[in-house]
């Protein structure tokens, strides 16, 4: 697997993974502020119904002056709740009249609204409380009621630790849903990532095996299935290369079909390209696996053979000359016979270039047509 790749891979995962995981984060955060808020709602609509609820209790007292009653109150209220940990009652000039709790914490401002402090340990709350005044006159009447006098005003302090509590228990809820929900989501973005990666590796070795058949094609004849020229050629050159640097013996055997033409007007198109498959099929045969055999065109056929000296080719092209020679080829109800003429040239060292190479077998291999066909010659 390439470098490119695998980036790509990692890219692809990272793109279906990551919006999965940040939308669940999200979603969680959203959940949990929205819960945290109402909780923060609740809890204090609770302490304002508590010194509510202490007011309305606390009016005649504080009307009154009686501050035993106001103290008895304070306790009552007090001890009823135990996350109730402060009351403080004051008349209307702002003067504490009555207590019942540890020192508090918080002093919020004598006004005639309700005041709310939200600390770390307690939630303070403070509010006014006003005289009632019961309205006597008929409904048609248009006399307008007076205003409400402020008699005196509750404070009170909850302690916030069950609250605490519960949010961080909601906090705990949250995470765990949050990490479902994270692994839910990436495990089917993964399957929907491997989905894709699996078709992507389907596709590029179906594209790879595409390209290495057409490159195979590129370099295959057609008719015979040995290396075409542009194959042999480069092949040939890096031999040359190879042979120049180090030294080694190099050869070229240039074979071509004898009477050819007289073949394909004697026997047909279809006849000759059997003839040529066979004669392929022969110098193939008779090489060993270093070697290479192409069709340089037409008729006529290379034989490279590395770290082979001229006279070894030479017997190697002889032994091929006499195999063509004793072939019977059986086309139906034809029985063809055909020879070969064969040219021989050796790599050398002042010449070092394919086309010297080539020159000399071609010349080597005209001599052996020249004196009669169906023979070796070197050049």
């Known amino acids: 697997m390439t470098r490119s790749t695998l980036s790509f891979r990692v890219r692809l995962l990272l793109g279906s993974v990551l919006p999965a995981l940040i939308m669940v984060l999200l979603l969680g955060a959203v959940f949990f502020d929205r819960y945290q808020n109402d909780l923060e709602s609740v809890f204090q609509e609770r302490g304002y119904a508590v010194a509510h609820q202490i007011g309305a209790a606390a ?6 002056g009686s501050h035993d009653t106001l103290g008895r109150l304070a306790d009552v209220a007090r001890q009823s709740d135990p996350t109730i940990v402060v009351v403080t009652v004051f008349d209307a ?5 009555a207590h019942s709790g540890a020192v508090p914490l918080h002093r919020l401002p004598l006004i005639n609204s309700p005041q709310v402090y939200r600390g770390d340990r307690v939630t303070a709350l403070q509010t006014p409380v006003f005289q009632t005044i019961l309205q006597l006159q008929d409904e048609l009447s248009d006399v307008r009621p007076p205003e409400q006098k402020i008699v005196g005003y509750i ?50 070795k179906a ?3 595409q390209m290495e058949t057409a490159e195979l094609l590129a370099r295959t004849d057609a008719l015979t299935g040995l290396a075409n020229r542009r194959a042999f050629d ?11 640097r180090y030294g080694t013996p190099l050869t070229l055997v240039l074979a071509d079909l004898d009477h050819f033409k007289a073949i394909n007007d004697s026997h047909g198109h279809d006849v000759g390209d059997c003839v040529l ?8 045969g ?20 590395p770290g082979t000296d001229l006279t070894e080719a030479t017997q190697a092209a002889e032994r091929m000359r006499r195999q063509v020679e004793q072939a019977q080829l059986c086309i139906e109800e034809t029985t063809c ?5 064969f040219g021989v040239a050796a790599f050398r060292a002042d010449m070092p270039t394919l086309a010297s190479l080539l020159g000399r077998a071609d010349m080597a291999l005209y001599r052996a047509k020249r004196l009669g066909r169906n023979r070796v010659e070197v050049g």
């Open 59 to 64: 009016e005649y007292a504080l009307f009154s």
């Open 93 to 97: 000039t702002g003067r504490q009249v």
């Open 155 to 204: 404070a009170v302090e909850i302690a916030r630790d069950a609250l605490e509590a519960r949010k961080r228990e909601m906090l705990e809820i949250t995470l765990a849903i949050m990490l479902g929900g994270l692994l839910l989501a990436s495990w089917l973005s993964l399957r929907i990532a491997h989905g894709v990666l699996t078709t992507l590796d389907t596709a590029q």
């Open 207 to 209: 594209l790879r095996r």
């Open 234 to 244: 480069e092949v040939a050159q890096q031999e040359i290369q190879r042979a120049q």
């Open 277 to 284: 498959q066979d004669f392929a099929r022969i110098l193939a």
């Open 286 to 305: 008779s090489v060993r696996n270093v070697d290479l055999v192409g069709r340089w065109g037409g008729e006529e056929f290379a034989i490279l053979m």
């Open 337 to 341: 016979r055909y020879t070969a003429s």
